[in-house]
C-alpha cells in the first residue's frame, strides 16, 4: 500500500514539473517572438533612416550646383536664362529627391527622421533663398518653401484610390538655418558682380544684410548652431562692407578690370569657387 502512495506521489511531481516546464517554456516562446518584432522595427527604421540620409545627401549636392550655376548669373548677358535654368534644377530636386522622401516620411513623426535630411534642407533652403534674391530681391517665406515641399499622390487605402497631400516637414528652425547660410553666398555674389562692372551690386548686397542681420538679432540666444551662422553673417557683412567701402573711397584709383582681383584678396571669396572644382571633379 505504501509502494502504491509513492509511486502515485512520484507520478503527481513529475506531472507538476512537466507542466511548469511546458508553461517556461511558452512564455520563452513569446518574449523571443516578442523581440524578433522589435528586432524587425528597429531595422526597418534603421533602413528608413539610411535611405534618407542619402536622399539628403543628393539634395546637397544638386542645390550647391544650382548655387554655383546662379553664381554664373553675375554680369552675364544671359541672366535670365542662367536663372530659369536654375530653377529647373530647384523643380528637379523636388520632384526626384523630396518626393521620394516625403513618401518615406508619411505616417511618421516628422521630427523623428529631421536629422537625417536637415544638411540636405538647409543646403536647399539656402538655393531657393538665393534664387528668389536675384529673381525679385525678395526673401522667401517659410509658407513657400512648405508648399513647394508639399506633393499630391494617389493613396491605396481607400477604393476607388484618392489624392492624398504628403510633405517634407519644415520647421523653422531649419528655415532659418538655411537662410543664415545665404549671406555667404551674397557676399561672393557681390564680390563677383564687381569685375563684371556692376558697382551697384555690394550696396544692395549690403543693405540686405544689414536686414537681415537684424532680424536674426532680434531672436535672441536661440541654440548654438544658430548663434554659430549669425556670426558667420556678421563677418560676410563686414567683408561687403569693406568691398564698398573700398569702391566709395578707392573706385576711382583703380581700374574697373582690376577691382576683382582687388576683392578676390577677401577671405572666403573664393571658396565657392574651389567647392565648385570639387564637385564638378
Not at 536654375?86 to 527622421?113: S, T, V
Request: charged share 25%.
Amino acid at each position: 500500500m505504501n509502494v502504491i502512495v509513492i509511486t502515485i506521489n512520484k507520478c503527481l511531481i513529475y506531472s507538476y514539473d512537466f507542466l511548469f516546464l511546458s508553461d517556461v517554456d511558452q512564455q520563452k516562446s513569446h518574449i523571443s517572438q516578442c523581440f524578433q518584432e522589435y528586432q524587425k522595427e528597429l531595422d526597418c527604421r534603421h533602413d528608413k533612416h539610411e535611405r534618407l540620409v542619402k536622399l539628403s545627401r543628393d539634395v546637397t549636392i544638386e542645390s550647391k550646383r544650382a548655387i554655383f550655376l546662379m553664381q554664373r548669373s553675375s554680369g552675364s548677358n544671359k541672366s535670365d536664362e542662367v536663372l530659369d535654368q536654375a530653377w529647373q534644377k530647384i523643380i528637379g530636386i523636388q520632384q526626384q529627391k523630396f518626393l521620394p522622401m516625403a513618401k518615406e516620411l508619411r505616417g511618421e513623426d516628422p521630427h523623428q527622421f529631421l536629422r537625417a535630411y536637415s544638411a540636405g534642407l538647409q543646403e536647399y533652403i539656402e538655393a531657393v533663398s538665393f534664387y528668389h534674391y536675384l529673381k525679385s530681391k525678395t526673401l522667401v517665406s517659410l509658407e513657400q518653401v512648405q508648399s513647394d515641399l508639399t506633393f499630391t499622390v494617389q493613396s491605396d487605402d481607400t477604393e476607388p484610390p484618392q489624392e492624398k497631400a504628403i510633405r517634407v516637414h519644415v520647421p523653422p528652425s531649419e528655415y532659418m538655418l538655411g537662410l543664415a547660410d545665404l549671406t555667404g553666398e551674397l557676399m561672393r555674389f557681390a564680390i563677383n558682380s564687381v569685375g563684371s562692372g556692376n558697382l551697384d551690386c555690394p550696396n544692395d548686397v549690403c543693405a540686405y544684410l544689414r536686414r537681415m542681420l537684424g532680424g536674426f538679432e532680434s531672436l535672441g540666444q536661440v541654440s548654438r548652431e544658430m548663434n554659430r551662422k549669425v556670426y558667420t553673417l556678421r563677418q560676410s557683412l563686414q567683408k561687403v562692407e569693406a568691398a564698398c567701402y573700398t569702391l566709395q573711397i578707392r573706385g576711382s584709383e583703380i581700374p574697373k578690370h582690376m577691382l576683382k582681383d582687388v576683392f578676390r584678396s577677401v577671405p572666403g571669396a573664393e571658396s565657392s569657387y574651389m567647392e565648385e572644382r570639387d564637385l564638378d571633379e
